[in-house]
């Protein structure tokens, strides 16, 4: 029963534009530090998961750049999916690979594109997680909030459990969705409430037997695909079934279904670093507020997020709150508060023919 | 008693920085049009001055570049000042070199880099100062002004004069400094004020007269200075006496003290287009009061003035009031309202030793 981490890295990663194009997503950049975020991940993870034992989901078009990034990891421990389906048929897949390696195999899966501060306290809660899985619970890292986060799912803590000695670890009484901001202060106000970050620690088998039970179709789409890991006719069978998996997350389709879940209240420093708005939580601010990557000159100017990291001198004066991210070939200002709305300007360079910069 | 003209090109040009810079200054860039700003004023002169009868007074490091931009321009007419010394000596050094073509030279002085909307109409005024001046009076052109601007020099006209036929001719009654508000309002609302555009037309030998009796110690230097002119060692001598010149606008140094001048108050659309947030009222803008050159993708943005034209993508989302001026090295990101604080921009970036980037 060794410990297996599965990545997954297929995420689109649009909020990081222009930095985040098709090819080169989120994951496959050097968002929070120099090294690229699916590269901390992978190296966060090392010392309970060496590189011989992790494994990364992505898309087609990443999976080049994933191999570049983690030499280390074995080749045939990069899978890709022709689509992507969002999170349960991902981890299904990685099951049925797993599980031809290591029939035993406990999994940890998570994001490829998180951050964590302190790297060493992650391990510790992962480990206990592992001893939960271990003891037979579908088993998550819940992050301790810090704020009344809107942006997050939350999981609502239950009864302690005794799962051998060490640092607490609960039943999941529910999964909550994103709340609203009245929510999210009484779930804070509670205690009761931890955010979701996407960090499972399970058996693969028993994976799969909840995927028999709660996502029947994606289970025998799984069991018909296992059958071909390590035959030619592998490429073509996944090319066929995986498109018509269902695009379920495993929030939703497993583990809001699930009763035997444990939850590890945890306190290491997170962030889902969902936009640029978030770089200055992840990474600190000067005396000003201002969070400057690259080379830059401000003059009066409060509360901005500028990456320059292309070169180029930008030059702010009076400005506040504002965002100024420049690459080589495309630039966005954009104000803090409005972070997510870079989608807007994909969507418009979408219609006026800019695929050169999607 | 033909008419000749002298564009004075002598100006830093900081204001419009990046797009500016030490060898490329504002009148050496296409500001307001896919023109410099120096061939735009060229070509505006030339059905009243043909290119054989201009002149430009201009600084070392841009003479190639004026050159350049003008070969139309017989090369002994570009002027090559070794320092900047205002307008009085620039002016002053134009009249000597004139004087041996054309003892009888009037002449048009004008800045390199303003813009003007209706060149016909520019022409009409200038032929009707060159009218004045031939009356013997040093003329200039006034601006009727539009708005209370406090960024110009005003000038109040007088008693109105009897030069031939055509539109008016008043006496300069004074020249008055940049007002504030409350004054440039009281100006507006008088009717007697009009905008000090910096175009002069007077006969060259009576400048040099005035100059004789206002500003002694230049018309000594420049008398020294005259006698060089065509022989080998015109660049030596002008190298020693042009720094010791009294660095003096023509406006201080002349026109204040001088009795007999005339204005002729002008309607042609003009603008010293002082800084990037003077060029919507130049160029106009669009539906939601933008002004974008080059390309840009703007997204609920208001009042912004955006110059991308080195080929970057810019895309804004929620802006308001703000303008990005994107080069090839750096980019300024500055609220239209604070337009005269890049100066500090360039201060810092001289501390910090950017030179490439001045």
Known sequence: MSLHSVIMAGGSGTRFWPLSRRVTPKQLLAITSDRTMIRETAERLVSLTPFATQWVVCGTVHADAVRKELPELPRSHILVEPVGRNTAPCIGLACIHLLREDPDAVVCVLP????????????R???RAEAAAKAGFITTLGIRPSRPETGYGYIQTGKSLEVGAGMAVHRVERFVEKPDLATAQKYLASGDYLWNAGIFVFSARQMLAAMQKHMPELYTSLMALGENIGTPGYDARLAELYPRMPSQSIDYGVMEKEKDLAVVPSTFGWSDVGSFAAL???????????????????DGCRDCVVDSRAGRLVAGVGLGGLMVIDTKDALLVIPKDRAQDVKTVLEQLKKKGREDLL
Chains 1, 2 share one sequence.
């Not at 490829?112 to 391990?123: G, I, L, Y």
């Not at 200055?280 to 601010?285: D, F, I, S």
């Open 112 to 123: 490829s594109d998180a951050h964590v501060s302190d790297a060493a306290d992650f391990c």
């Open 280 to 298: 200055p939580e992840v990474l600190g601010v000067d005396e000003h507020g201002n969070l400057v990557r690259g080379t830059a000159l401000l």
């Open 125 to 127: 809660h992962l480990a």
